[in-house]
T-cell receptor
């Protein structure tokens, strides 16, 4: 049962434009969300997080938006750069009683075209 | 280098065999997580250890087992291997059990069962 879904396997964007990566989740008890970036032959690296008490968190070119009523998360990258080309995973964490682990989506492969 | 070390990087073995994957967490991290990434699948949580104790269990098969040793390194044992066990196995660590600041992932062990 995939509790975190990334319905777009891939996305191509021109350099300098905005990249928007989307993520949906099913469990309303999730309280913490993260985005990871993964390059080939490397493990995922933490990018940005957001708590369920917020609806936006910004870090430089990266902004994560959370819409709890829609159970939807998005990552905006502005402006997009060729070095942003990677696979992006969203992840969501349940409360303690549901376990401490994060549930990951299947990833979206972003290609930024120079 | 993320600080999380996984060995070996690649492993090819036959069906029915048993293998052990090893993980050394980042210095100071007490929590270790194991994830499996199969083709076109997200990262599937297998199991978490915190300071030597099992903390949470995910979709880990009975043929698989893990442990965390006093020096905090962890091993994932996979037995009676099947073709479908071919996947990337990631280990991650965090300083506290809820992973509030995200996980630090290793670069993974690619297991191929033939």
């Amino acid at each position: 049962d995939q509790q975190v879904k990334q319905n777009s396997p891939s996305l191509s964007v021109q350099e300098g434009r905005i990249s928007i990566l989307n993520c949906d989740y099913t469990n309303s008890m999730f309280d913490y969300f993260l985005w990871y970036k993964k390059y080939p032959a490397e493990g995922p690296t933490f990018l940005i997080s957001i708590s369920s008490i917020k609806d936006k968190n910004e870090d430089g070119r990266f902004t994560v938006f959370l819409n709890k009523s829609a159970k939807h998360l998005s990552l905006h990258i502005v402006p997009s750069q060729p070095g942003d080309s990677a696979v992006y995973f969203c992840a969501a964490r349940g409360e303690v009683k549901t376990g401490n682990q994060f549930y990951f989506g299947t990833g979206t492969s972003l290609t930024v075209i120079p | 280098d993320s600080g999380v070390t996984q060995t070996p990087k690649h492993l090819i073995t036959a069906t029915g065999q048993r293998v052990t994957l090893r993980c050394s967490p980042r210095s100071g991290d007490l929590s270790v997580y194991w994830y499996q990434q199969s083709l076109d699948q997200g990262l599937q949580f297998l199991i978490q250890y915190y300071n030597g104790e099992e903390r949470a269990k995910g979709n880990i098969l009975e043929r698989f087992s893990a442990q965390q040793f006093p020096d905090l390194h962890s091993e994932l044992n996979l037995s009676s291997l099947e073709l479908g066990d071919s996947a990337l196995y990631f280990c991650a660590s965090s300083v506290e059990p809820r992973g509030r600041y995200g996980y630090t992932f290793g670069s993974g062990t690619r297991l191929t069962v033939v």
